[in-house]
């Protein structure tokens, strides 16, 4: 299982430690990705598709973090 946080007017001494907690949920690869007073963390357990999971996911300034599965991707991707 993944684990996904995100802190607004964060401290950096508790994205440190968060990042530690999360850690057993997704040791497969960590991420955070910071704007401003916002951070969001992301541990990933790759289970589907581990060459292309990384995350955040970010297209110009939108960012997504995304923990499931999109079963019916290939068709969605055909309607984009």
């Not at 995350?55 to 999109?70: A, D, L, M, R, S």
């Amino acid at each position: 299982m993944c684990g996904i946080a995100g802190l607004i007017n964060f401290n950096e001494s508790y994205v440190d430690a968060i990042k530690q907690s999360l850690f057993h949920r997704g040791p497969d690869a960590q991420t955070q990705c910071q704007y401003k007073n916002l951070n969001l963390i992301h541990t990933r357990l790759s289970i589907q598709d581990v060459k292309h999971g990384d995350q955040p996911f970010v297209i110009g300034h939108y960012v997504i973090i995304f923990n499931g599965e999109i079963y019916n991707h290939l068709e969605l991707r055909k309607k984009l």
